[in-house]
């Protein structure tokens, strides 16, 4: 399927396309359009995290576009579940504080942009940062969970344990669309 969302993505607008690429369809294409504009067409693709308009798949209730996406395709994912916190709090900039590691990803996200050529270099690029949040948040979670255990290993058996655990994101790839 075709996805649409604005150009020069930012939190939000990175942390969708890894998640429907990972989680929703493997097959994702992504259209970036020059915002403000007129908003995609359906011809164009399923329209994403546009400000101000009544799409389905956009900021609602309190929700960012990534908790609302996780809603309606109903991923079960814990940690999908637990990065959703995050991407919330980094793109919602009234709740930024509401997760001490969002003012690093916004941060990230705002650097990120002027790094690269367009929007699917963001993607690629992106989609590594998001694949790191979603082992780190299973790596708080491990840490947490057998603090007693690991405080007994050497650094390289807490490695070797906690690698053990981790469960790794879903592979994907950012297609650009075909001419």
Not at 74 to 101: L, Q, R, S
């Amino acid at each position: 399927m075709r996805w649409v969302t604005r150009e020069h993505v930012h939190v939000d607008r990175v942390a969708c396309p890894w998640l429907i690429s990972k989680f929703i369809d493997k097959d994702a294409e992504f259209i970036f359009v020059p915002w403000p504009g007129p908003l995609p067409t359906p011809d164009m693709g399923i329209p994403f995290d546009f400000p101000g308009a009544d799409f389905e798949l956009g900021h609602k209730d309190n929700k960012c576009t990534f908790e609302v996406i996780i809603e309606k395709y109903g991923i079960d994912d814990p940690w999908v579940k637990e990065m959703a916190k995050i991407v919330h709090a980094a793109d919602v900039a009234a709740d930024i504080d509401k997760a001490p590691e969002a003012r690093g990803l916004e941060a990230i996200a705002a650097g990120a942009m002027y790094l690269v050529e367009d929007d699917y270099e963001a993607l690629e690029k992106g989609f590594f940062v998001y694949d790191a949040l979603y082992v780190y948040v299973q790596l708080k979670k491990i840490q947490e969970e057998y603090a007693e255990e690991l405080a007994k290993m050497d650094r390289r058996q807490r490695f070797e344990f906690i690698k053990s655990k981790i469960k790794l994101p879903p592979p994907a790839v950012v297609r650009r669309p075909k001419k």
